[in-house]
């Protein structure tokens, strides 16, 4: 298999979606039955930006003070509602926060618009125990990642701008052109039911974990289980990222944020991580694993319930409270 392209993953929040600070290992715990954190808040509303009814996305933006770049986090979209991460960059490459955004929909040629689709801000902070090196030493590390939910009525290709509330004002984004549906290669979608792979443990490699886990230091809480030996017997989450050669530059926080919730939810729901390149070389291509489950990008999360169907997918950046809120609809069932 090829390595990944930069056409795909310059998609993945290219320049971003990093967390913080100091380096630590994870760790297990044993859970508890707290309910999952509350979804943030959308950073504006929707009367704080102009109506797409009936309108063209040039209607739209009437003249708008040309804003930041829109960067998406996502390259599979389908027909219905979709979860869209995204990343807001000035000129200078430097990540945009705290602003209110909105995204708008309209046919390729601009016409037929939709929205506004309010964002919400998604933190990829962790605590200072489950930071890895790679993300603690990340120039261009971020704090979080923008999500909307956009709906998208049939496959095709379509326009997509944000207007964001920067300044005292509103300025755009040039549109981007996404592709909904289509394709002939896609990974397993929430409903079906996850394909069996192996995953490695130490105990594969002589203990030596640093073959099937570039992340400094190593998460031991996410490479003890072999994924076929847990899929189907309780709820599973696993991750395929690469935290020392991600591309998109998003495996390390994941990945750390995947180590987090493991330590908060403990042993009632088993957390793996999977590498993406075979022997840890680019150049020798992706690992067995992702071919089966047909990814071509990275990260990729899976959040599978206890009898081994697909409940939540995630591409690109997510915080610990999505992460969280995906775990408390699967583990109910878990021993």
């Not at 994870?26 to 859970?31: R, Y």
């Not at 109506?51 to 027909?79: F, M, Q």
């Not at 994941?254 to 022997?279: M, T």
Request: hydrophobic content about 40%; proline content about 8%.
């Amino acid at each position: 298999m090829p390595r990944l392209t930069r056409s795909t993953t310059s998609m993945l929040i290219a320049l971003a979606a990093v967390a913080v600070a100091a380096a630590g290992c994870g760790s297990s715990g044993s859970g508890d039955n707290a309910a999952p954190p509350a979804q943030p808040q959308p950073t504006a509303k929707a009367e704080d930006f102009p109506k797409a009814a009936g309108r063209t996305l040039p209607d739209v933006i009437n003249n708008l003070p040309a804003g930041p770049n829109l960067a998406p986090s996502v390259s599979i979209l389908k027909p219905g509602t979709n979860r869209i991460g995204f990343a807001l960059f000035d000129n200078a490459g430097k990540q945009l926060s705290g602003a209110g955004v909105a995204l708008y929909v309209g046919a390729t040629d601009g016409s037929s618009a939709h929205g506004p689709y309010v964002a919400r801000a998604e933190s990829l902070k962790v605590s200072p125990q489950f930071e890895s090196k790679q993300t603690a030493t990340d120039p261009n590390a971020a704090r979080g990642v923008y999500v909307a939910n956009v709906p998208f009525r049939k496959n095709g290709k379509y326009a997509v701008l944000a207007i964001a509330q920067l300044d005292g004002r509103l300025v755009a984004t040039s549109p981007i052109g996404v592709q909904v549906g289509g394709r002939k290669v896609t990974p397993p979608d929430v409903g079906d039911r996850a394909p069996v792979i192996h995953t490695l443990t130490p105990a594969d490699v002589a203990g030596d974990v640093r073959k099937i886990d570039t992340r400094v230091p190593a998460a031991p809480s996410l490479l003890r289980d072999d994924f076929a030996d847990v899929v189907g017997k309780k709820p599973v989450v696993i991750t395929f990222a690469t935290p020392q050669l991600c591309q998109s530059r998003v495996c390390g926080p994941v990945v750390d944020v995947v180590d987090e919730v493991q330590a908060k939810v403990g042993d009632k729901v088993s957390f793996i991580h999977q590498e993406v390149y075979q022997d840890n070389q680019i150049n020798k291509g992706l690992r067995p694993q992702l071919v089966t489950y047909r990814l071509q990008t990275e990260p990729w999360t899976f959040v599978i319930d206890k009898n081994g169907v697909i409940s939540t997918r995630f591409e690109g950046a997510f915080s610990a409270n999505e992460l969280e809120r995906a775990v408390a609809k699967v583990d109910g069932g878990a021993s």
